[in-house]
């Protein structure tokens, strides 16, 4: 089951700093960043809940904002990309 | 139909900063911002070609990036949003 997750973590202090690099660490984890705050996790449905738990315990949900988008199973037609590429996806598989 | 459209434009020089205040203000002038570089975009098949007509030709291929999924008209159970959204939903329409 295909997730987008996007996120925005204030970074105007240290600990927003902190917190941003440990929902990017957590998202690559168990996905793929395709662009500067999204995150393409394909898991099933239980795995990505517990991400989603993890997720949740290190935003600061008063500065920070965490948006999650199920794509289903049948998710590939749903997506296109246009421009560079070469910082998200070194395997290219979600480039078409 | 709901599309997502998210963009990475480099902004290390004035150009990539003058892309990134078009792509934004296209994005706005159609959709809704729902992150620092997500929007939401509720409009016709039609008028959306249009939109992604005007961001293509904004775009410099080279060094930016657009992303686009088309999320379908029975969006609504497919997201989900946490934490702080003042900054983007100021009518709250697509919280829940």
């Known amino acids: 089951m295909m997730t987008l997750v996007s996120y925005d973590v204030s970074t105007t202090d240290n600990k927003g700093k902190t917190r941003l690099r440990k929902v990017s660490k957590e998202c690559q984890n168990y996905g793929q960043r395709v662009q500067n705050s ?7 449905y239980g795995t990505f809940l517990k991400v989603k738990d993890k997720l949740l ?8 904002s965490l948006r999650i988008y199920y794509l289903g199973n049948n998710w590939k ?6 421009g560079t590429k070469e910082t998200y996806d070194p395997e290219g598989v979600l480039i078409f």
């Not at 999204?38 to 099933?44: A, M, T, Y």
């Not at 315990?57 to 920070?64: F, N, R, S």
């Open 77 to 82: 037609h749903r997506v296109e990309h246009y």
């Open 38 to 44: 999204v995150f393409e996790i394909d898991v099933d």
């Open 57 to 64: 315990k290190i935003i600061d949900p008063k500065h920070d």
